[in-house]
């Protein structure tokens, strides 16, 4: 399906980012998996998606900071002379009460959510249009759709990815780049596992399809969006949350 693409996944050694790198190696993509500081994770992750028979490359960065994402682009072209697929997945959560919630922990989501999906989405561009080829999938949130108390910061990332992924699908349309956002709801990851288990079956109750969704759930979406049976749609923010919000 993906045979012989490039594609990049940003925060790709832990829970959504890591099913999504396998799912589009399996695929056939060769993917340069980006992460922050587990090298150690990294590594092993390689070594795994190596044995499907295409190449990986790791490329270490903070795409909060705009000429690390800027690294990140010029060593996928480098390394594939081109880039198909762009997975802005990458980010963190520091929730807390607004009351309570410091200044830095605002900035600190929102320029790892927000500004580096814009640090990465900016750099591939340039590239995308002389392909007059690319797929942008940004990895936003249902909270970025109806908001969460005490994720007044992620929220406000996730619901700005929203934005921004429309806003680029008209100005990157007719340079034959789609741009498409995923909204994952509940998916059981680690940062999820630290929840207790009553509120986990809570959540689970609260969702039509009676079961909390697994990164493979989301990786099978954004598969779709990364292949040409998604060349019409562009612009769409799709959840992946069993239901949950309707």
């Given at each position: 399906m993906l045979a012989g693409q490039c594609a990049i996944v940003t925060g790709a050694t832990r829970g959504i980012g890591r099913a999504i790198a396998t799912k589009?190696?399996?695929?056939?993509?060769?993917?340069?998996?980006?992460?922050?500081?587990?090298?150690?994770?990294?590594?092993?992750?390689?070594?795994e998606l190596e044995a499907l028979g295409v190449k990986i490359l790791l490329v270490q960065g903070d795409i909060s900071k705009d000429e690390e994402a800027k690294k990140l682009i010029l060593a996928a072209k480098?390394?594939?002379?081109?880039?198909?697929?762009?997975?802005?997945?990458?980010?963190?959560?520091?929730?807390?009460?607004?009351?309570?919630?410091?200044?830095?922990?605002?900035?600190?989501?929102?320029?790892?959510?927000?500004?580096?999906?814009f640090n990465c989405s900016k750099h591939v561009t340039s590239v995308m249009i002389k392909q007059k080829y690319g797929k942008i999938i940004n990895i936003s949130s249902v909270v970025g759709i109806v908001g969460n108390a005490g994720q007044v910061n992620y929220?406000?990332?996730?619901?700005?990815?929203?934005?921004?992924?429309?806003?680029?699908?008209?100005?990157?349309?007719?340079?034959?780049?789609?741009?498409?956002?995923?909204?994952?709801?509940?998916?059981?990851?680690?940062?999820?596992?630290?929840?207790?288990?009553?509120?986990?079956?809570?959540?689970?109750?609260?969702?039509?399809?009676?079961?909390l969704g697994e990164p493979e759930d989301v990786a099978e979406l954004v598969a779709f969006l990364a292949s040409k049976s998604s060349d019409y749609i562009t612009g769409q923010v799709i959840n992946v949350d069993g239901g949950m919000v309707i």
């Open positions: 589009l190696a399996t695929s056939g993509a060769n993917v340069v998996v980006n992460y922050r500081s587990n090298t150690e994770e990294a590594e092993k992750l390689k070594t480098d390394a594939f002379g081109k880039i198909d697929i762009l997975v802005n997945n990458a980010g963190i959560t520091k929730d807390g009460l607004i009351m309570r919630m410091k200044e830095e922990d605002f900035d600190k989501v929102i320029e790892v959510n927000l500004k580096g999906t929220s406000a990332s996730k619901a700005g990815i929203i934005g921004m992924t429309k806003s680029l699908a008209k100005e990157l349309g007719s340079r034959g780049i789609n741009v498409n956002a995923v909204a994952p709801g509940y998916i059981v990851t680690d940062m999820t596992e630290e929840l207790s288990e009553k509120i986990k079956e809570e959540t689970k109750n609260s969702i039509p399809l009676k079961r």
